[in-house]
């Protein structure tokens, strides 16, 4: 069965600090990942995907994440982290497939508190 | 940008009632993914339509029941009420066709509450 793994669940950051949250995955064929953030009483917001090519993605707000097949992973960066980026992080993934079955499995969850 | 609206956005209960959640797509989108996330968990997933019908389905109770309807807007029946019902319900929608690289769009959810 398909599953993601996001090892940090709690993570405190002061302003201008580099962020990397780690995500895994388990699923035997081809994936599609996500990486949503959803800030305070709001709802999830696509930070980035990956599909296929460059393994390395560029999302909103100054965010990447790799793709790095070999080890299963898509983590989460970002050079230099802001108050406002305080939010929760989720990991996602769907398989890559011609079936109209997309769901989307999601990890546990990053609490990112960024401290001013 | 148009997006996902969903309704009502709060929604309190008693135990055994019935509730109603609707969503609406993104124009033009044909998929619709309803989740259930409890407190302090992640997203989970419940059921999915495609053209106006199950595509797919998880840990969705049989208490629950869905419909796309020709609009493409989604219902989300759920009778029985329990207090482990409790919970944000996301409904998502994404592209006609474009399955190998399925890009989810989530509302804002319905925040469901039974006493």
């Known amino acids: 069965a398909q599953s993601v793994s996001q090892h940090n669940h709690h993570v405190i950051l002061s302003e201008a600090a580099s962020l990397e949250l780690g995500c895994n995955y388990s699923y035997g064929g081809t994936v599609n990942l996500f990486w949503y953030v959803q800030y305070p009483g709001q709802h999830l917001q696509l930070l980035l995907k990956?599909?296929?090519?460059?393994?390395l993605v560029k999302g909103i707000k100054g965010f990447e994440a790799e793709f790095i097949k070999s080890k299963f992973s898509f983590n989460l960066r970002k050079p230099s982290v802001q108050w406002s980026d305080t939010a929760e992080y989720f990991c996602?993934?769907?398989?890559?497939?011609?079936?109209?079955?997309?769901?989307?499995?999601f990890g546990t969850g990053t609490l990112l508190a960024v401290q001013p | 940008a148009a997006g996902v609206i969903q309704s009502p956005r709060h929604l309190i209960k008693e135990k055994r009632e019935t509730a109603t959640l609707k969503c609406y797509p993104i124009?033009?989108?044909?998929?619709v993914y309803w989740y259930q996330q409890g407190p302090g968990q992640d997203p989970q997933f419940l059921i999915s339509f495609y053209e106006k019908m199950q595509s797919d389905k998880g840990s969705i109770p049989d208490r629950f029941s869905a419909q796309q309807f020709s609009d493409y807007h989604s219902e989300l029946n759920m009778s029985s009420l329990e207090l482990g019902d409790s919970a944000l319900y996301f409904c998502?929608?994404?592209?006609?066709?474009?399955?190998?690289?399925?890009?989810?769009?989530f509302g804002p959810g319905t925040r469901l509450t039974v006493l």
């Open positions: 996602a993934v769907n398989r890559k497939a011609g079936g109209a079955t997309n769901k989307l499995i």
């Open positions: 124009p033009r989108h044909d998929t």
């Open positions: 990956y599909f296929s090519g460059d393994p």
């Open positions: 998502a929608s994404s592209e006609q066709g474009r399955f190998d690289t399925d890009t989810q769009y």
